[in-house]
């Protein structure tokens, strides 16, 4: 994959809503779903999109959120966003966490190299930065697509 056509796939995330990431439910590739919107005044409707980042062989999760919110946010009460308005701690329950300041492409590392010479495909790694999480992912390609409003990427049949 191209790095200037990533970098401006990256790019096109910032300040929007992560609403779910993790792995798909075959384990092998990673999405972030970002609901992007824009100003009213620009009549672009507000969508879902999927950011599926294939071949993802490592993926690092870590808090953004500081200890001091932490231990003011552990009421099982800030998970729901109605009963956690007025508790004072980091309201968990809005189930979205802002792309600030966003998504950027990290150069060629070590980790990049190893992957591309053992699987013959280029691999990059992405750090992902937002409000509440920071992810790097490791992976090969990345395809973006919208989904359906209740996208539900985790149903088992």
């Known amino acids: 994959m191209d790095a200037a056509v990533l970098e401006q796939m990256l790019d096109e995330t910032f300040d929007h809503a992560v609403v779910h ?13 970002v609901y992007a919107t824009a100003d009213p005044r620009t009549g672009l409707t507000p969508s879902h999109l999927r950011y599926l980042f294939r071949y993802c062989v490592e993926v690092r999760c870590e808090t953004s959120v500081p200890a001091e919110t932490w ?18 701690g980091y309201v968990w329950g809005v189930k979205w966490h802002c ?47 919208e989904v359906p409003v ?8």
């Open 71 to 88: 231990r003011v946010s552990l009421d099982d009460r800030l998970i729901d966003h109605e009963t956690g308005l007025d508790l004072g």
């Open 150 to 157: 209740g996208y539900a990427p985790f149903v088992v049949e």
């Open 99 to 145: 792309l600030y300041p966003g998504a950027k492409l990290l150069p060629e590392s070590e980790a990049t190299r190893r992957w591309s010479k053992a699987l013959g495909l280029d691999f990059h790694e992405v750090r992902i930065e937002s409000n509440t999480h920071n992810l790097a992912l490791l992976f090969s390609d990345l395809q973006v697509s």
């Open 21 to 33: 990431h993790g792995y798909t439910n075959y384990m092998r590739d990673y999405e972030v779903i």
